[in-house]
Every structure is written in structure tokens, then in C-alpha cells.
């Protein structure tokens, strides 16, 4: 199992308060920078699929991705925070407690640590349309229903993707998304709703604010 450095940080890899039986969206991301794309999805899935809370997951760095211009997690936590003041939002760097280099593992341990809550793994269309080169993605989606969030740009690519194909018949009905937090998995749901253009590679190479 593929670990990083441990990386303790008081009031930023803390794991939020939660009680049994909440449904709880996890919203997983670099989030370098933040930006209100990122608020819209965040609260938009709030609303749609009817959840408790909904916790940003800022990670140590993405796999798939180069760090080279990785801002630190201390500033990217307090950026997210900043941007998602929403009293049902908690934004967490929590994975680097922990050393979690993949979302599989984040998964795993707060299934098995937190397993009277009910998890929803939220992600954008664009993720979908690449989640078959994740680390043990059939694993993901065996663990946790997902959510998918409209995309500029994706949603033409989503139902040719490799995951939509393999996942189809699991696929629930957007209008019974309010209750996907019930559904055994896998399930997942494609969402549609407001979009925004924003990106955080584009704000980070025209240097404009988020």
C-alpha cells in the first residue's frame, strides 16, 4: 500500500464532527486554488441529494497530476475555507494525517472507522470521464454510491466513458437523488445543474484571482 509522509497540522488534518446516521458528501480535490466552481458544485450536491453535510477533502496532491505548483495544504485548506462559508461545509486536509496517497484509502478508513454514517463520493463529470485510470476505481465504486456533477466540456464524454459503460445498470435515476445516500453500492447518479467555467489550472496560469 502506496503511503505518504505523515503530515500533522493542528486545525487543518483534523476529520470534522459528524454524528450516526448522517449522509455525509465527500468532495475530494487539489483545490489550488479554490475558486466558486468549486462552491456551486459543493452546494448544489448539497441540495440534490439531500445530505447533512458535505466535507471538502483537500488532498496532499494528486497522483495523476504534477506537484511542481502545489501550493502548501495549510494555505489551500484556509483558501478553501475561505471560499466554501457555508454552515454545512467542512473543508479537511485530513488524508495527510494519514499519509493517504489514493482516494480508495481515504474511503476504506472512513468506512471502517465512521460506519454508521452514510458516504457519498462526489466527483465532476470530467473525473468520470478518466476515474478508469484511478488506483482500484471498481473498488471505489463497490464501497460508496457516487455522485456526478455536470461539466462544461464533459458531457458529451460521459456516456462513452469507461466507467459509465462498466457501471450502467447501476446508474439511478436523477430524480431519486435526493435518496442515494440510501442506496447500496455500487449506485451512482449523473447530476445536472448550474456550471461554471472556472478551473483552477486556468486561474493559476492567467494568475487571476479565484
Known amino acids: 500500500m502506496t503511503h505518504r509522509p505523515i503530515l500533522r497540522l493542528p486545525g487543518i488534518t483534523e476529520l470534522p464532527p459528524s454524528g450516526a446516521g448522517m449522509r455525509i458528501g465527500l ?7 479554490p475558486h466558486q466552481g468549486h462552491r456551486l458544485v459543493a452546494e448544489q450536491t448539497l441540495q440534490k441529494l439531500g445530505l447533512d453535510a458535505l466535507w471538502i477533502l483537500v488532498t496532499p496532491g494528486n497522483p495523476l497530476k504534477t506537484h511542481a505548483d502545489l501550493a ?25 494525517a494519514h499519509g493517504f496517497t ?16 452514510r458516504f457519498v463520493w462526489i466527483m465532476g463529470a470530467d473525473n468520470l470521464v478518466d476515474f478508469h485510470h484511478w488506483e482500484r476505481w471498481t473498488d471505489i465504486a ?14 458529451r464524454r460521459v ?38 467555467p472556472l478551473s483552477s489550472s486556468a486561474i493559476r496560469a492567467d494568475g487571476q484571482r479565484p
Open 27 to 33: 468532495f475530494g480535490g487539489s483545490f489550488n486554488p
Open 142 to 155: 463497490a464501497m460508496l454510491p457516487i455522485a456526478v456533477y455536470v461539466r462544461p466540456g464533459a458531457a
Open 72 to 96: 502548501p495544504l495549510a494555505d489551500r485548506v484556509l483558501a478553501t475555507r475561505a471560499v466554501m462559508d457555508h454552515p454545512r461545509i467542512r473543508v479537511t486536509g485530513f488524508e495527510a
Open 159 to 196: 456516456p462513452a466513458s469507461r466507467a459509465a459503460v462498466t457501471l450502467a445498470k447501476y446508474r439511478v435515476d436523477e430524480a431519486d437523488a435526493g435518496r442515494l445516500a440510501f442506496y447500496p453500492a455500487p449506485a451512482w447518479t449523473y447530476l445536472h445543474g448550474v456550471t461554471s
Open 102 to 117: 489514493y482516494s480508495w484509502q481515504t474511503i476504506m478508513f472512513l468506512k471502517k472507522t465512521l460506519r454508521d454514517r
